[in-house]
């Protein structure tokens, strides 16, 4: 598994996408024992990645709202 700071090689709808299916495997009880750990610790990365994204593209857009209100 990769380390929870490497980048994910992922699109954000790819990692929501994942997780949602992580979820659904957790909601219909289709995650054994033995691997819930891993589904656990995998939908926390890509929460992680996710929240990444969106904090980048905020501060992207704000970026630009502030460049336009100078002109």
């Known amino acids: 598994m990769k380390e ?5 090689d ?4 790819a990692a929501m996408q994942e997780l949602e299916e992580i979820r659904d495997a957790l909601e219909e009880d289709l995650v054994s024992v033995d691997l819930l750990s891993e ?4 939908a926390y990365t890509l929460i992680e ?6 904090i980048k593209t905020e501060e992207e857009l704000n970026a630009y709202t502030k ?3 100078s002109e």
């Open 4 to 8: 929870k700071n490497e980048e994910l």
């Open 10 to 13: 992922l699109s954000y709808e």
């Open 39 to 42: 589904k656990v610790s995998r």
């Open 49 to 54: 990645f996710c929240k990444k994204k969106l």
């Open 67 to 69: 460049d336009d209100k």
